[in-house]
C-alpha cells in the first residue's frame, strides 16, 4: 500500500471525525461515542501542536489517524514535557496491517525533535508495550477517604462555575500543591484547560460567605471521585463535606482522590469525621514511554515505578479528555 503520512489539515477534520467514530463504533458499539469529540476538543487545547495531530492517506483517503496532545510536567520535583497519546484509530478494513504502528513511530520521532521526555496513555495494554510503552507507570487516584461530615458545619457555603479572574488563584496554588510531586500533569494557562467539559464533571470554584474556600473539579457520581482539590487553609474538608450533602444528598460516604497521600495529609487532618486509607489505583493499562532517553530523571522515574506501587505519579487527565456519557 501507498501510505502517506502527514500532518492534519483543516480540511481532515470531518473525515477524522468520521473514521474515529467509525472505528470506535466497531470497539464498543453503544450510542455515545466520546473519541470524535476528545479530538476536536483536544484542538483547542492551549498546547496543541497541528505536527502532532498525524493522519495516514491512502488514494487520498484519510484511513489512520493518531493525536499526541503536549502538557508540561512535574516528574519528581522538577519539570518537564510529556505528551498524551489519545485517541488512535485505523480504518476498520485496513486494520492488523501496520498503519497504526507507522502513525505511532511517526508521533515518537516528531516528540523528540519537539523536546518532549515523555509519552503517556491509557490503552489496550498488549499492543503499546510493542512501540516501548511499559504497564502500570501512573496512578489516576492515591487516596480514599470515609467521610463523616454530619458535624461539618456548610451554612453558607456556595459553588459556583469558574471565570476567567480566578485562573491567576488556581495556578497558582496549583504549582504550589504539585510543585514536589513524583509525577503531575499541568492542565495549562486558560480556562478551556479547567473547566468541565461533560455534565458528569463539574469545575467549581467554592465559597462561605462571599469567602473563597477553594478550586474542586469532581466527578459527580457516587462514590465521589474528586480529580483536584484547591484549597485555602484548613478548608479542603468543608468543601468535601459541602460537596457530599449538597450533590450527593449525604453526609456521610466514600471519596477518591485523584491526589497523593501526602498532599492529601497537608490538606486534610485525619480526625474523627474522617479515615483517610492510601490506595494507589493503577491498571495494565496505565502506560507510559521514555521518549528523551538521555534524561537521568526520566530513567530514575521509572525504576522506582517498577520497583513499588507506592513510587507511582497520581495524576488527572486533563479535563478535555473527561467527555463522558
Known sequence: MNIIIRSERPEDYNKI???NYNAFNEWHSSNYKAEPLIVSALRHNQYYDK?????????????????FSIFPLVVMNEKRIGAFLAPICVDTKLQKQGIGGMLIEEGHKRLQSKGVSIALLCGHESYYPKFGYENKMFALSGV??????ENTNTDGITERSIKNTDLEWITKHWQSVHKDDRLALYPGDTISQWFNHSLIYRSSMIYKDDVLLGYIRYRNT??????ELLATEDNAEKIIAYIMKENLKSPKGDVILSISLENTLKMLKNNENLRIEEKVRTSNA?????????????EQYFQEAKSDINNLGIISFPPMLEIDD
Not at 144 to 149: E, H, K, R, T, Y
Not at 222 to 227: A, C, G
Not at 286 to 298: A, R, Y
Open 17 to 19: 471525525a468520521n473514521l
Open 51 to 67: 505536527e502532532l495531530s498525524i493522519v495516514a492517506e491512502l488514494d487520498g483517503d484519510i484511513v489512520g489517524h493518531v493525536l
Open 144 to 149: 480514599n477517604i470515609s467521610i463523616d461530615a
Open 222 to 227: 457516587y462514590p465521589l471521585e474528586i480529580k
Open 286 to 298: 496505565f502506560m507510559m514511554k521514555v521518549i528523551d532517553k538521555s534524561d537521568k530523571l526520566i
